[in-house]
């Protein structure tokens, strides 16, 4: 994915991708999973996981909506059983028993501007495009805010980094926060045109998975093998971040796609393990309290940060049985 015609034709192919997952809901026995965005690439590893679940005889559906915040209602009212995304702020606000049980990826993202934004304070009282209301770049917009003693203008948000460097080069947009790979293809394509702004350092959730604690206890044969899929897939990516798409070929996934737009599998994910995306562990307690820390200074958690409980917005069993299982 090194132009944007390929992000664009990605854009399109992905989300019919992801609908044809939707294609089997309401099937008796199966795992409904809410996704928040559209399948991709980006999400490729935690599809292999899923493959490898299915093969120890988990039945799953996984449907995309069009926002995260959707698909996090959808776990509170129990039409989904398993969402994706970072519901700290719905877990503290709506007393809902949601909780966390593995980290899928961290916060690694960019700020990128048209170049006549030459400092963060250029950028006070400017709109800006975000993923999602709440989300993990809205988050990181709120801390940019409080930091630099700036406020941005109107925040708008649209799904999917892809989509955002598209309408950047399209001259729709003229700030955003977008992923690695996403960053990279703006750079490539219109670098003379747009800046990547000064970021901290984060090493706060960016997607987790979580579910209602209910669900989680009345389905541990399940939990656990997913949890187990995951750990397993995130070790050896890891390790070796060719297996994504070795895997991918096994499994026959995002199959829909023109062959260029899979070429740079093994690159993006390489990237990906280099920057730190992923947990090899899983996130876990240190991710609830990295987590515990950022989203406090975003806003989106209210009181004194030692009195957050872990227990209150991850269930940690899954995760230190698999750990336990997979040896350390």
Same mark, same amino acid.
């Given at each position: 994915m090194r132009n944007s015609l390929?992000? !664009?034709v990605a854009a399109?192919?992905?989300? !019919?991708? =992801? &609908?044809?997952?939707?294609?089997?809901?309401?099937? !008796?026995?199966?795992?409904?999973?809410?996704?928040?965005?559209?399948?991709?690439?980006? %999400?490729?590893?935690?599809? *292999?996981?899923l493959e490898r679940?299915?093969?120890?005889?988990?039945?799953?559906?996984?449907?995309?909506?069009?926002? /995260?915040?959707? =698909?996090?209602? %959808?776990?509170?009212?129990?039409?989904?059983?398993?969402?994706?995304?970072?519901?700290y702020a719905v877990i503290q606000k709506s007393k809902a028993p949601i909780r966390n049980f593995f980290q899928l990826s961290r916060l690694v993202f960019y700020p990128v501007a048209e170049k006549r934004y030459t400092s963060?304070?250029?950028?006070?009282?400017?709109?800006? %495009?975000?993923?999602?209301?709440?989300?993990?770049? +809205? =988050?990181?917009?709120?801390?940019i805010e409080k930091r630099e003693g700036i406020k941005f203008g109107p925040r708008s948000y649209v799904p999917g980094s892809e989509n955002r460097i598209i309408l950047m080069m399209k001259g729709q947009v003229a700030a955003s926060i977008v992923d690695l790979s996403n960053k990279n293809i703006l750079m490539d394509k219109a670098g003379d045109k747009f800046a990547i702004l000064p970021m901290? /350092?984060?090493?706060?959730? +960016?997607?987790?998975?979580?579910?209602?604690?209910?669900?989680?206890?009345?389905?541990? /044969?399940?939990? !656990?093998?997913? *949890?187990?899929? &995951? &750990?397993?897939?995130?070790? /050896?990516?890891?390790?070796?971040? %060719?297996?994504?798409?070795? +895997?991918?070929?096994?499994?026959?996934?995002?199959?829909d796609l023109p062959q260029e737009l899979l070429s740079d599998v093994d690159g993006y994910?390489?990237?990906?393990?280099?920057g730190g995306l992923f947990d090899r562990s899983g996130g876990g307690k240190s991710a609830a309290l990295a987590d515990f820390e950022f989203y406090s200074e975003a806003g989106q958690l209210t009181g004194a940060i030692d009195s957050l409980k872990i227990e209150d917005f991850w269930d940690?069993?899954? &995760?230190?049985a698999a750990i336990a299982k997979a040896g350390g």
């Open positions: 390929k992000a !664009a399109v192919a992905l989300g !019919a991708f =992801a &609908l044809s997952f939707a294609a089997t809901a309401d099937a !008796a026995g199966k795992v409904r999973i809410a996704l928040g965005d559209v399948a991709s690439v980006e %999400t490729l590893s935690f599809l *292999v996981a679940a299915k093969e120890r005889g988990l039945d799953y559906e996984l449907t995309a909506f069009a926002k /995260e915040e959707l =698909a996090i209602q %959808t776990i509170i009212s129990g039409q989904m059983d398993v969402g994706i995304g970072t519901p963060w304070a250029d950028m006070n009282g400017e709109p800006i %495009t975000l993923h999602s209301r709440g989300g993990g770049t +809205d =988050a990181i917009a709120s801390i901290f /350092e984060v090493l706060a959730s +960016d997607e987790v998975l979580f579910a209602n604690q209910n669900w989680i206890d009345d389905n541990p /044969e399940t939990v !656990a093998i997913l *949890v187990e899929s &995951l &750990l397993e897939v995130w070790r /050896e990516m890891t390790a070796d971040p %060719t297996i994504v798409d070795r +895997d991918r070929v096994k499994y026959n996934l995002l199959a994910y390489a990237e990906a393990v280099d940690l069993r899954p &995760l230190n």
